[in-house]
């Protein structure tokens, strides 16, 4: 069974610009999160799908934030414009729709904003 | 508002010796614990779980305690290796209800370095 896929893998932007993340689930798995990793601290969750809607995304910087998943498949998350402290890794995880709350987790983008 | 905490940010252990990481959690709606390994460039690895109606949950070398009363767990690696030099983070999740079905809390982390 193929992991979470995820890319680019590392991105270097300038501040104000914008840079988009993929992610592509686990096949089957119908909840797809999307999580912020600061060096030095735990992954903080952004944005929950359950399938193609939003669960939850109390914790996303709506303003510069966005994300979608369209076909309730693959997903991307944005940030548009981008601040020196959006430098961070951001995950992508999965899991099956009922069982237990185990997560599966993408390698992950390390977006450094200069 | 840390709703898990990972008080130690860093364990050294001898290779062959036991490490106890050690996690706390303040709400009591948690009721299923988990444990990631995160080697660096690669995202989290499950390792193990514990729902509350448990005390303790061992999978080979890895123990997880938990303790309700005191809202606790640990995890015991025994006996350790270099491979496991790593971050360990624990999380927890309310399993039931509301709209934030399965959504995990992570601590900070600790750094555990196994010496050869």
């Known amino acids: 069974e193929a992991g979470v896929a995820q890319s680019p893998r590392y991105k270097i932007i300038e501040k104000r610009q914008s840079v988009a993340f993929w992610c592509n689930p686990i096949?089957?798995?119908?909840?797809l999160y999307w999580y912020q990793q600061i060096l030095g601290q735990g992954p903080k969750l952004l944005i929950q799908?359950?399938?193609?809607?939003?669960?939850?995304d109390s914790q996303l910087p709506k303003d510069r934030f966005s994300a979608e998943r369209l076909k309730g498949v693959d997903s991307t998350l944005k940030i548009q414009p981008a601040k020196l402290e959006d430098s961070a890794v951001y995950l992508c995880?999965?899991?099956?729709?009922?069982?237990?709350?185990?997560?599966?987790f993408g390698p992950g983008t390390r977006l450094t904003v200069t | 508002d840390q709703q898990v905490k990972q008080n130690s940010p860093s364990l050294s252990v001898q290779e062959g010796r036991i490490s106890i990481l050690n996690c706390d959690y303040t709400?009591?709606?948690?009721?299923?614990f988990l444990w990631y390994k995160k080697y660096p460039a690669e995202g989290p690895t499950f390792l193990i779980s514990?729902?509350?109606?448990?005390d303790k949950n061992e999978d080979g070398r890895f123990t997880v305690f938990l303790n309700k009363s005191a809202k606790h767990l640990s995890l015991h690696i025994v006996p350790s290796q270099p491979g496991d030099s790593a971050v360990y983070f624990c999380?927890?999740?309310?399993?039931?209800?509301?709209?934030?079905?399965?959504?995990?809390?992570f601590g900070q982390g600790t750094i555990l370095t196994v010496h050869p």
């Open positions: 999380a927890a999740s309310a399993r039931a209800g509301g709209t934030s079905y399965g959504k995990l809390t």
């Open positions: 514990i729902s509350s109606i448990k």
């Open positions: 096949s089957g798995h119908a909840t």
């Open positions: 709400n009591s709606m948690f009721d299923y």
């Open positions: 995880a999965s899991r099956r729709l009922a069982g237990p709350s185990v997560q599966y």
């Open positions: 799908f359950q399938n193609n809607g939003v669960v939850d």
